[in-house]
């Protein structure tokens, strides 16, 4: 079994930056994919980013030049920087562990309001 859970979400304005985190624990695969999904009110989950952990990244479009995914193996973490937030970000973030299966967060909250 794997263990997943976020940090890092709040209340930001537009134009501002967040920096979510989410660590893995437990049964983990040196091989795997990590990576974050997001769901707003009323929509169905989104892919945000993903990366390997041998580094190869994917983004969505609405994200790209704004959010930056990364990740630390030796802590099995992984990172989503968010810059310039728009309204339109406003959503809950789940994290996501994969190998074989997925295994996912319980999700963290991202407003964006002025």
């Known amino acids: 079994q794997v263990q997943v859970v976020e940090s890092g979400g709040g209340l930001v304005q537009p134009g501002g930056s967040l920096r979510l985190s989410c660590a893995a624990s437990g049964s983990i695969f040196s091989s795997n994919t990590m990576g974050w999904y997001r769901q707003a009110p009323g929509k169905e989950r989104e892919l945000v980013a993903t990366i390997t952990s041998g580094g190869s990244t994917k983004y969505a479009d609405s994200v790209k030049g704004r959010f930056t995914i990364s990740r630390d193996n030796a802590k099995n973490t992984v990172y989503l920087q968010m810059n310039s937030l728009k309204s339109e970000d406003t959503a809950v973030y789940y994290c996501?562990?994969?190998?074989?299966?997925?295994?996912w967060g319980q999700g963290t909250q991202v407003t964006v309001s002025s």
């Open positions: 996501y562990y994969w190998w074989r299966t997925a295994y």
